[in-house]
């Protein structure tokens, strides 16, 4: 079965900083890995995708991915942090074997400092 | 822009009360899920379908039950709330997995804030 890992419940960063996000997954075949970012109140958004073309994924808002295999990670970033960057941060895996769809990951609560 | 509708937003009742989360989506897509959220915290799968007459209780136990008579409609119910019921309540769906398009990617709805005093 699959499963994900967010390190780091809560990351804060200066505006204008660099944003890393960190997830790792485990799964039994080559999955399809996701980011979601959730605003208060408001329900998840898609950020950006991997679906096993190129290994870096461009997503909304500035961010990007990078898919590696060797270190089974997706690690999310953005160079410069904007104080609506501010929200939770999701990573999730599908596994392309299982009828349940996605797991997610416990989450990221991203805090941008003026 | 996704298509998935959950209504009330908000809802505030009394203990012992039942009630009646919304969903509704229209993009055809035979898989529904709902996922209950605590404030900060991950998402819990508690109830998913496949399609018309499927439901499946998901990881969490939930005392909520779910119905999926058409496509686009998968409601769920809380028969009596209690205070332990106060969560945020989270619609989603998905196409099938399969093909370059179909990624199993999940479309949420904006969530349903339920409070039980």
């Known amino acids: 079965a699959q499963s994900v890992t967010q390190l780091g419940s809560h990351v804060s960063v200066s505006e204008g900083a660099l944003v890393l996000l960190r997830c790792n997954y485990s799964?039994?075949?080559?999955?399809?890995l996701f980011w979601y970012v959730q605003y208060p109140n408001q329900g998840l958004q898609l950020l950006l995708k991997?679906?096993?073309?190129?290994?870096l994924v461009k997503g909304i808002n500035g961010f990007e991915a990078e898919f590696k295999k060797s270190e089974t990670s997706f690690h999310l970033t953005k160079p410069s942090a904007h104080m609506s960057d501010a929200a939770e941060y999701f990573c999730?895996?599908?596994?392309?074997?299982?009828?349940?769809?996605?797991?997610f990951g416990s989450g990221t609560q991203l805090t941008v400092l003026p | 822009e996704a298509d998935i509708y959950q209504t009330p937003r908000y809802l505030v009742i009394g203990t012992g009360k039942k009630i009646t989360l919304e969903c509704s989506q229209t993009?055809?897509?035979?898989?529904m899920y709902w996922y209950q959220q605590d404030p900060g915290m991950e998402l819990h799968l508690i109830h998913y379908?496949?399609?018309?007459?499927?439901?499946e209780k998901g990881d969490l136990s939930s005392e909520s039950t779910v119905s999926r008579i058409r496509t686009e409609h998968f409601p769920l119910t809380l028969e009596s709330a209690r205070p332990s019921h106060t969560s945020q309540y989270l619609c989603?769906?998905?196409?099938?997995?399969?093909?370059?398009?179909?990624?199993?990617?999940?479309?949420f709805g904006e969530g349903s804030r339920l409070t039980v005093l």
């Open positions: 989603a769906s998905s196409a099938p997995l399969g093909g370059n398009l179909n990624t199993g990617e999940l479309f």
């Open positions: 799964s039994s075949v080559p999955p399809y």
């Open positions: 991997y679906t096993s073309a190129a290994t």
């Open positions: 999730a895996v599908s596994d392309r074997g299982s009828a349940r769809q996605l797991t």
């Open positions: 993009m055809g897509h035979d898989k």
């Open positions: 379908s496949y399609g018309v007459n499927s439901t």
